[in-house]
Each structure stands twice: as C-alpha cells, then as structure tokens.
C-alpha cells in the first residue's frame, strides 16, 4: 500500500467552530507532516512528526494543534480559525532516517478547508 | 537554511515538444532533489527525484540532470502530452537534523494540443 488518505476531502466551519482533519498511511513510514497549501503556492510545512513525536512546529498558530495518536495516524485538530485559515491542508509521509530516505514525502489528497 | 529558486513560473509548449524547468539551490550539502506533479485540485505527485552522486536520471519521457558545481538541476520532459499540464515543483533538503524539504515557487505547464 502506497497511500496516504485524508478525511474529509471538503471541510466548510464557521470561526467559532472545532473540527478534526484525519489522515492515515499503511506504509510503515515513521515520519508524517502537515502542510498548507494557498492556491497557486508550494506546500508550506506546518509540522513534522517523528516516531509519533513533534519534532517541528514551524510556529503555527495554537488554533491548530496537532496530534499523533499512533505511527499510522495523524491529526489535525481546529479551533476558533479565520477565514486566511481557507487553504488545501495536505498529509505527508516518509521513511524515518533509518529506515530509508527521510525527504521522499508521499501526500495525501488533501482537505479542502473553507472558514466562513 | 536553503534557498531553492525557480523558473520559470509558467510554460506553454505544443504538444510533442520538449519542456525543461530549472531550480537553483544555495546549500551545497544538499543531496537529494526531487520534483513533484501537481493536477489542479489532486495532490503533488512524486514523478522522479536524484541524488547528488549521479548527474542524470531517467524515467521514460521525464529526466533530471544534476550539476552539483553550479548548484542548480532540471527536469525535462520530451513528447510532451496534455496530460503533462500541471503545475511542476522541485525541492531540496532544508538542512542538517530536519526532514524538511524546501520547495520552489512552482512551475505551471501547460501542454497545448
């Protein structure tokens, strides 16, 4: 299995709303990440998970908060987000430094994210 | 950290032809460049990548060359199809201890029959 999904794939909440985006991968990687991404730009990382511990936070506002529940799971949780928050949030995954190349990231297709 | 540049931000080429996009990085220590394919509304696809101890790489129709001397490596696409119309990013390591890719600003093809 060489695939990480994403639910939902649309998400519409409201600024006073919390919700969870969910995404999973079968592969054994050890790695896994979040990123946003605004149209027409490259991926932005927002953090990176290493065997279930947060290793980057690249200063992310605290309405999102992440969480690695096992090695196979991430999420994302939302809360009390703006309307700039409206992106395509993608998962991404790989294989630990030992195990195998830590940069080659497989994404998600991603959560399409509108906060009205 | 690294700073990864692009160009160019938009192609057109006719179908058939050969398409080449270029990305420059600033850290020498990088040593692995991979490009991703972005369908309009799908998610980056890994298409091929290289490491710095070769300087060319081939998969059918697409290959990345590598010059390490200048700091800058290249995807070109040959018999370019419609269905090649996405949008191109390359990346490179953002540095030592992290698993961060740094990517550049993205390149958008657009194949036209």
């Known amino acids: 299995d060489t695939e990480v999904t994403q639910t939902p794939k649309h998400l519409v909440m409201g600024m006073t709303n919390k919700k969870s985006l969910k995404c999973e991968q079968h592969?054994?990687?050890?790695?896994m990440y979040w990123y946003k991404q605004k149209a027409k730009k490259p991926p932005e990382l927002m953090f990176v998970?290493?065997?279930?511990?947060?290793?980057i936070n690249e200063s992310v506002p605290s309405r999102f908060s992440p969480e690695c529940p096992n090695s196979s799971l991430l999420n994302l949780h939302l809360h009390a987000l703006q309307p700039e928050d409206s992106a395509l949030y993608l998962c991404?995954?790989?294989?630990?430094?030992?195990?195998?190349?830590?940069?080659?990231?497989?994404f998600g297709p991603g959560t399409r994210l509108t906060v009205t | 950290g690294e700073n990864v540049e692009q160009h160019p931000s938009t192609l057109s080429v006719q179908e058939g032809d050969s398409a080449v996009i270029k990305c420059t990085y600033s850290?020498?220590?990088?040593?692995?460049f991979p490009w991703y394919k972005q369908e309009l509304g799908k998610r980056p696809q890994l298409i091929i990548d290289?490491?710095?101890?070769?300087g060319e790489k081939k998969d059918q129709r697409i290959a990345v060359t590598l010059n390490k001397t200048a700091k800058h490596f290249s995807l070109h696409i040959t018999e370019t199809q419609p269905e090649d119309s996405a949008v191109y990013f390359c990346?490179?390591?953002?540095?030592?201890?992290?698993?961060?890719?740094?990517f550049g600003k993205g390149t958008k093809l657009s194949v036209i029959p």
């Open positions: 991404a995954s790989s294989q630990d430094q030992g195990g195998g190349n830590p940069y080659e990231q497989y």
């Open positions: 850290d020498s220590a990088s040593n692995y």
């Open positions: 990346a490179a390591p953002t540095g030592a201890g992290s698993y961060q890719l740094t």
């Open positions: 290289i490491r710095s101890n070769v």
């Open positions: 998970y290493s065997y279930e511990k947060l290793s």
């Open positions: 592969m054994g990687h050890r790695a």
